[in-house]
């Protein structure tokens, strides 16, 4: 039985999102991102964490599954108090930065408004 650690509904995206998706790389903020971050970001309003995010721990996007590889140190406080981490499809075991989570390498696909985002365990 799948437990389900973190949820949120995209609202929004920001007009240079696609440009990181070409890098593997979503940015996830709040929807009261200060307005020079918000343009790189994709949106959501319901920041809902229960539990702590930990390696093989799974993201999905809507129903596409990305098994989570690293857990940057900062993650889960920067994900319950501001809704802000960097998701990274890159496989690392260590991410480079203390609020990115590393994804395991796959395609990444389309992301737009209304899509659902989920962690489960």
Known sequence: MMAQIYRTTVTELGPMVTEFLNEKIIILFKGDAPEELAEYC???????????????????INEEEYVITGVGSAVN?????????????????????PGTLSLEEKEIPEIKQGDNLQIIR
């Open 42 to 60: 994709v949106l959501h309003e319901i920041n809902q964490l229960d539990g702590e995010i930990k390696e093989n721990d799974v993201f999905t």
């Open 77 to 97: 406080k920067n994900l319950e108090q501001l809704g802000h981490i960097t998701l990274k499809f890159d496989g690392s075991t260590e991410p480079e930065l």
